[in-house]
Each structure stands twice: as structure tokens, then as C-alpha cells.
């Protein structure tokens, strides 16, 4: 029988040398920590990726949907960039961007709208490293070859796009800070050029550009407004729309965006009391701002009128006479000389009187039902003038000089 001589160099335990933690390791053979195993799998993989032949890789991704390849696409920087490369084609977004807007049936309008808020998730993910800008322009160099989510390029009624484009949006800019929703918007103006047309709209009567102030109204509400359920997001979209308009073309902007849908007819006046409530309901810096306006530009009746009915609506709906006494203390230092102050309260005083006629020749006009409101009105009035005038007085005759 032949007998085999061990040696190290095959069987024995001298070919394996003993390691820094004093476990044997095989010679040439480098210590890995675990991360560096998993770097090195993630290496392994991408390589993968990389030795496929492209038209392979467009097959595999062409079988994933949209929120599967927004998944995929996180995975690592490289696969980001094969989704990116795989969603620019011009035959996935023919596929997934071009979608039919007109006539949709129900569960087509909620199918495509639900598809539009996955796609925004794929780009929201799928940009994730750019500035806001690059992100925008990458995004929007898509959308704005669809006409129906443009300005002035889309003419059916009840087209779908600015709904679609509005969930999209909604969906990328989820939890963005305030200053890159700004920037978003900026965006949005100089895209569609939406600020010169507005101004177009606000310089001339409503209803004078019928179409066109439909369109306004569907963007800026489809868009930026509706899609948002919490009060916050709608209250800043809201303020960056009025922001960039003098009081007057606010309100212009408002009748657009929630006013009537008829051509040819103007809303009637608001009445008075109406008015007053809305004042009462702004803060007081903008009650004053309005009313120290019209004071200004010698509109004593019409102010005397509205503090009558401020102050009537401050006794109806319970808020503190302390308040609106204030309010008429600060419009009487809009005029500079005491005559002018005194008209002024002279103006005020026969105004209480003409107001307290008036709901009296209204509450005997005959109407059973209608007479008993007047005259509860008239009573909340006289109710109101007296608490109003106490106050006033009460205010004075702290007065030091007093």
C-alpha cells in the first residue's frame, strides 16, 4: 500500500493562515465587512443591469406599471437613471402621457385622474436628486407638448386636462416648502404665460372675455386650488394668485375664479348688510384700510351707511361693540381738521336716523311674515345704536382733558 505524504501545500493546516480576528483565512483573500459585502452585491447588480443589451432592459421595464417603476427606480442612482432614460422616449410617453381628456365616462375620468397622480409619484421619485428648476424643466419639456393641459390650445367642453394636471401636481409637490411651491408657481406663470392674460381679464368688464375667463377660472381652479383638501395648501395657492394684484383686481380675480358662469349677466349689488358682515369677518387692518379709502376719496355717505349696518351686524351676531367703536375712532383720524370730523360724525348720526325710517316704512308695508322680520331687525338697530352711542360716549369722557 502506497502511502500519500501529507504536506502542507495540500492537506495541512499551514495553507490556511490565521486572520487579524484569529479565525483562519484562505491567503490572497481580503477581510470584508458587511457593508462592503453589500456594496459589493449592489455592484454585482448593477453590473447585471449593465451587461444587458438595451432593447432586453426596455422589454423588462416595459412590463412594470407606472408605481412599480417608480419603486424600481429608487433602488440606486444607476437604475434612477435607466427608468429617467426609459420614461424620455418618445413611445412611453405616447403610451402613458397621452391619455384621452374628451367625453370621458365616470370610471374613465376617475381612472385617468388616478393614473395621473401614479405618474406624478414616478416623476416625484424619479427627479428626486435635481434642483426644483431642473425638475420642472425636465418634467414640463413632457406635459406641454399635450394641448390639453395648456392655455389657449384646448377648445372641448368639460375636457379632463386641467384635472389631470392638477392631480399630478398635487401629487410631485407633496411636502414641498414654501419657497419651492413658490417656485412652482413662478414656473407655472412664465410656462403659460397665465399673469399677462389675467391682467387682460381684471382691466375690463367681467363677462367681456367670456372664453377666456373661463379657461383662467378652470386652470387656476383645476390646477392649484381644488386638488388641495387641507385648508393651509388652498389658503397658500390662494394667496400667491391675489398676491400680485391691488385690492380692486383681488376682488376682479375672485368673481372670476367663484362667480357666476353667465356672458351677459353682471351680478346684482350686494346688499348692504352683506357688505358690512364681510368687513366684520376680514381682519380689522383690512375693515379699516377699505373704509379709510372711501373716507379719503369723500365718500361720507356711503361709509355712514356701511357703519350703520357694521354696527348692526355687530349687535345681530354677537361680537363687541368695544370693536367697532374702535373702527370709527380710526376713520375719524383719516381727516385732518375738526370740521371734517365733524361732518363726519354729523353724516354718521343722520344716517342712524334715515336707516331707522327706512325699516320702519318697511316693517307696515302689509306682509305679515316679512313685517315681523323688519321689525326685528328695526329693534336689533335701536338695540344697536344705543349700546354703539354709549360706548362712544363712555370712550370720551375718559379723555383726559375730560
Known sequence: MVKVKRTSRHFGRSWLSPGPCGRYCVPGRRMQTRSQISSNTRDSTDNFFHRLPSELLDIILGKLSVLELSVFGMTSKDITNYVVDYISSQKWTNKEIFQNFH??????????????????????????????????????????????????????????????????????????????????????????????????????????????????????????????????????WLIELLKPWPMVSQAHLLLFLYGPLLPEVIPQPWHVENVARLLVLCDSHLCYAFLASKALNGHLQEISRLIVYIILVCEKDGYHMNWAVKLVQQ????????????????????????????????????????????????????????????????????????
Not at 187 to 201: A, Q, W
Open 103 to 236: 367625453h370621458p365616462t365616470y370610471q374613465e375620468q376617475q381612472a385617468t385622474i388616478g393614473h395621473y397622480r401614479e405618474l406624478g409619484l414616478l416623476f416625484k421619485r424619479c427627479t428626486l436628486l435635481l434642483p426644483t428648476e431642473e425638475r420642472l424643466k425636465f418634467i414640463f419639456r413632457r406635459f406641454s407638448q399635450i394641448p390639453c393641459f395648456m392655455l389657449e390650445h384646448c377648445f372641448v367642453q368639460g375636457c379632463l386636462g386641467f384635472a389631470c394636471l392638477g392631480s399630478f401636481l398635487q401629487t410631485l409637490i407633496a411636502g414641498w416648502d414654501e419657497l419651492e411651491c413658490h417656485r412652482v408657481f413662478n414656473f407655472l406663470c412664465n410656462l403659460t404665460d397665465i399673469l399677462s392674460k389675467t391682467e387682460v381679464l381684471i382691466n375690463n368688464k367681467p363677462g367681456a372675455h367670456y372664453f377666456e375667463e373661463v379657461e383662467i377660472r378652470l386652470f387656476y381652479r383645476k390646477v392649484l386650488l381644488d386638488p388641495w383638501s387641507n385648508r393651509l395648501e388652498f389658503h397658500f
Open 331 to 402: 376713520v375719524c383720524k383719516v381727516f385732518s381738521s375738526d370740521p371734517e370730523k365733524f361732518l363726519f360724525l354729523q353724516n354718521l348720526e343722520n344716517m342712524f336716523a334715515e336707516t331707522t325710517r327706512d325699516f320702519f316704512e318697511l316693517s307696515v308695508g302689509g306682509n305679515l311674515v316679512e313685517d315681523r322680520e323688519i321689525f326685528q331687525t328695526l329693534s336689533i338697530l335701536l338695540d344697536s345704536s344705543a349700546r354703539f352711542h354709549a360706548k362712544f360716549l363712555h370712550m370720551f369722557l375718559k379723555r383726559p382733558e375730560m
